[in-house]
């Protein structure tokens, strides 16, 4: 079992930063990839970024490339998602997610996650 709790959202305005956080618990977070995820209300949960256990590898998706910056800290236990030039359309409830190495590599797809967090809003002002 794994427990993912977001923090770092808040109100910030446009072209603004936030440094999202990612804090897990239970088995080893070195054991799993890790993916951001967000929702806008009235719209489908969307991929943002994902990292490998390791973090060699990173995916983004378009409309944050450039933009956003995913990282973790495997001795912290945490994962990171930078947010540098919000935009409006960036307003959403952000979710960490994680899945096991073992299984397969992280990605955008939200089926393949074991665990999700609570999510933590990000509300940002144009």
């Known amino acids: 079992q794994v ?32 993916g951001w995820f967000r929702q806008a209300p009235g719209k489908d949960r969307e991929f943002v970024a994902s990292i490998s256990w390791s973090g060699g590898t990173t995916y983004y998706a378009d409309s944050v490339k450039g933009r956003f910056t995913i990282s973790r800290d495997n001795a912290k236990d945490t994962g990171y998602l930078q947010m540098n030039s919000l935009k409006a359309e960036d307003t959403a409830v952000y979710y960490c997610a994680a899945v096991s190495a073992a299984k397969r590599s992280p990605g955008p797809a939200a089926a393949i996650y074991d665990y999700w967090g609570q999510g933590t809003q990000v509300t940002v002002s144009s």
């Open 3 to 34: 427990v993912l709790v977001e923090s770092g959202g808040g109100l910030v305005q446009a072209g603004g930063s936030l440094r999202l956080s990612c804090a897990s618990s239970g088995r080893t977070f070195s054991s799993y990839g890790m």
